[in-house]
């Protein structure tokens, strides 16, 4: 069996004594965690160390995998730099894993190297593993902009990579949980910060790896957790894998969730195929919303799919109700995948004969032209989600205080730059956060003084 352990450890700087200076005394739990881990690691003996950190290297799009031979850090950034962590990289697993992830069609590699230093991610459980075990050689992994199924394949193809190269290995999923755990915190507080770390601590005792790919994006980013996509790179190493689950400790009294917890796979069993599981909950979920879907989204639907596949743009249905072909109004056409904005192309005021060829336009604009993202691609429309507003005509105000941010979209212009938002967006819940991120995608600075409309919608979806 290559994989041998897996761990899930925090990171909080504080931990190392040096740097903590007394502080460390309030998460003793977690220290005893850290070195129990460490103690099981030394046990197993790997060859191999991976370390998935937050705070390597990061791209929206691409996997970075550490290159070269040998690395080092300290903690000079938390004013305790004589304390230097050093290792060896494994570099013929960092290219077999390279390559077995390209055939995979995973965005992997080692291009693009920003810090080769350690990174505190990094070099806080080896300072741990370091007491215990040394003969060891490490392989370090960032996260990715890319979806919760992306990660957790990733962690098969490390797997895989471990067993065509028949390497023991220990995995590491570094990671703090969520960091809005008190208002007197560094991060303040949010009611979603503890709900993610109970459902994320039961997850971790209970070794649902299954939960780990469903969280909701708008509840995590409120949670303003961290560690969440390594534990789903962790998850996908144990695919299909029986494990003893066990969650060491839980802390959080500086307002930032500690989490500990050790997984040993004990044997096979395919029901524990989470990644087919939720690929298989979500597809029923689609077709479910596909039967319910309005009038506006089966034309924006259909729309986008004909185009992506034949290239031609296609003539309006003619059994259209009438206010889509005789009325005009502008629309916004919005296009999620696995939860996150895929597309968003709009009108402020109609620019077309009717609402139906609106949608139309936009539809296609939505899925292939807008600058945030590449173009909607012909695999990809099964998981595609929409939604259709339909704008009033704007009307001036005189100021925020006009504005209701459930009710009401925002445009804010200054000059020739203009920047708009729809309402009652997920994760916007202030008016002064709405002008804000609408000026902020005008390109206005934020104490700019700028004209406001405001528009309402409806919404299909």
Not at 211 to 233: H, Y
Request: proline content about 5%; charged content about 25%.
């Amino acid at each position: 069996m290559s994989v041998k352990g897996t761990f899930i450890l925090p990171h909080p700087p504080l931990i190392i004594p040096e740097i903590g200076k007394g502080q460390e005394a309030g998460i003793r739990d977690t220290i005893e965690s850290c070195h129990y881990c460490a103690l099981r690691i030394a046990a197993l003996r790997p060859q191999t160390i991976v370390v998935v950190s937050p705070h390597t290297t990061l791209y929206q799009d691409y996997f970075h995998i550490s290159p070269g031979k040998q690395a080092k850090g300290d903690f000079s950034g938390f004013r305790a730099g004589k304390v230097v962590i050093e290792a060896s990289y494994d570099t013929s697993f960092v290219e077999t894993l390279e390559k077995h992830s390209a055939q995979q069609g995973i965005s992997a590699g080692t291009m693009g190297e920003r810090q080769p230093l350690l990174d505190h991610g990094t070099m806080i459980p080896l300072y741990f593993i370091n007491q215990h075990y040394r003969d060891y050689k490490l392989v370090r992994i960032g996260l990715s902009g890319f979806d919760s199924t992306e990660h957790y394949r990733l962690g098969m193809c490390i797997t895989e990579t471990a067993d065509m190269l028949n390497r023991d290995i220990v995995l590491i999923a570094s990671g703090d949980l969520s960091h809005k755990l008190l208002a007197e915190g560094p991060y303040g507080y949010a009611e979603e910060g503890p709900a993610f770390d109970r459902q994320v601590t039961q997850a971790m005792e209970q070794g649902d790896f299954l939960k780990f790919l469903t969280f909701d994006e708008d509840f995590l980013e409120k949670a303003a957790e961290c560690g969440l996509k390594s534990f789903q790179i962790m998850a996908g190493t144990l695919d299909k894998k029986d494990v003893d689950s066990r969650l060491l400790s839980y802390e959080g009294p500086f307002g930032v969730g500690y989490g500990a917890a050790a997984f040993i796979p004990t044997g096979d069993n395919e029901e524990r195929a989470f990644l087919t599981r939720y690929l298989a909950a979500e597809s029923d979920r689609r077709k479910k919303l596909r039967a319910s879907e309005s009038i506006q989204v089966a034309l924006a639907r259909n729309t986008l799919e004909q185009y992506i596949r034949t290239g031609q743009v296609p003539s309006l249905p003619a059994d259209l109700p009438g206010e889509l072909l005789e009325q005009k109004a502008a629309t916004f056409v919005s296009i999620k995948k696995n939860g996150r904005l895929r597309g968003c192309i709009g009108t402020l005021m109609p620019v077309s004969d009717c609402i139906g060829e609106e949608i139309l336009n936009n539809a296609i604009s939505a899925g292939t032209t807008d600058p945030r993202f590449d173009p909607v691609q012909i695999d990809e429309l099964d998981e595609l989600e929409y939604s259709v507003d339909v704008l009033s005509l704007p009307e001036p105000i005189a100021d925020a205080s006009c504005l209701d941010v459930k009710k009401y979209g925002v445009i804010v212009s200054k000059g020739s730059k203009r920047g708009v938002l729809l309402p009652d967006l997920a994760g916007v819940d202030t008016v002064d956060e709405q002008i804000r991120i609408a000026c902020q995608k005008a390109g206005i600075r934020e104490k700019e003084s700028v004209k406001l409309e405001r528009f309402e919608v409806i919404r299909y979806q």
